[in-house]
DNA sequence: AGCATCCTCGCGGTTACATCA
DNA sequence: CGTGATGTAACCGCGAGGATG
């Protein structure tokens, strides 16, 4: 039996024509390797992303304008939420404020910030010299919360570079405020991936690393899809439960049917094919070919007395709960399962 | 056009840490 | 206070797919 995951759409997402380099520490995993050769066509993107978007020049940058108004209004969640850190979340609304005219540092760091925490890599330049950092821009109070990047200064530093100005101590570990998390929630109602812009746009207004808001979508949809596999393991077993059920039934059936037989055997002239049925075999449907030609075998060679029995009826008259298993609602799910389902609502 | 290489991305699996009972 | 369970942020390795030469 194949578990089909209804897990929605494809998670693809057509916004890969921006990338942006994120910070990328000593541990970085994937492009420490590829590293050369690759700042060319990192600059190139730079550019595109600079002039052909929102423009170095332009004050608007692209990444703050299409996500929060998109989002905001339609979650009718007040924000910044009521909370018992409000003060600190007046500053820190900052970063969520659609209207505020970020300054060009911003504009351009938008892209250039990673860009750069990309091409310092391991380098101390990641760690805390750049000025257009994050925590530079939005001087937000997440880290107040203690949410600010690793290594407790409220610096950011790649994830990756987490490692490198933790001092040596591998993967401090930082756990979203609620304020954060509630906001990552609701985008992620809103698309389960997200394209650089959103990535940036998201990171910007959390004061969070894109790395961290890539991290957490990414670690949000294997929960999903985990919560998703459990519930379709759950119907799977219910329908195995049924099947088992149906199976026991149609044994029984088919004994009582054999008994019949012997005791009265002239009402029994069915076809073997009737009585030999498998019932985990799908030939029930097929079965009214030889059950329509056996009656008139059957009448040739052993007439019945009452018109025909049991096997005169037409075969979905016969309690063929079989048959009827396959059109109870429960068994239209599963095959409804096989193909891709829109989103599971269920999870979460 | 076909091929090789590079690069980014998402995913599955895992680890490490924070929190709680 | 120590400890195991749990949740989750962060990491690693891999394959897919697109871009480029």
Known sequence: MELGLSLGETMADA???????????????????????RREREARRELEFGAGRCGRASPEPAVRLTLLPGLMPGLGLPWPPPSEATGHLEASTRGFDVNRAPSLSEAGAAAEDDEEQDDAGAGAAAASSSPNNSAGSFPTDFSAHGQAGPGGGGD????????????????????????????????????????????LALAKQLNLRPRQVEVWFQNRRARTKLKQTEVDCEYLKRCCET???????LQKELAELRALKTVHPFYMHLPATTLSMCPSCERVASNSAPAAAAPAQAASSHPSPA??????????????????????????????????????????
């Not at 380099?21 to 050769?37: C, F, I, P, V």
């Not at 933790?166 to 979203?176: E, F, T, V």
């Not at 979905?316 to 396959?326: D, M, T």
Request: charged content about 30%; hydrophobic content about 30%.
């Open 15 to 37: 916004g890969r024509d921006l990338v942006l380099g994120l910070g990328m520490g000593a541990g970085a995993r994937r492009d420490e390797d590829a590293e050369t050769g």
């Open 156 to 199: 950011r530093a790649g994830s990756r570079a987490s490692d490198e100005d933790d001092g040596g101590s591998a993967r401090k570990k930082l756990r979203l405020s609620k304020e954060q998390s509630a906001f990552l929630e609701e985008s992620f109602k809103e698309h389960a991936t997200l394209n650089p812009k959103q990535k």
């Open 243 to 249: 099947l088992t059920e149906e199976n026991r039934r």
């Open 307 to 348: 018109g025909g029995g049991i096997a005169s009826a037409p075969p979905e008259q016969r309690p063929s709960s079989f048959a009827a298993l396959f059109s109870s609602p429960l068994s239209r799910p599963l095959a409804a399962q096989q193909q891709p389902q829109p989103q599971a609502p269920a999870s979460s």
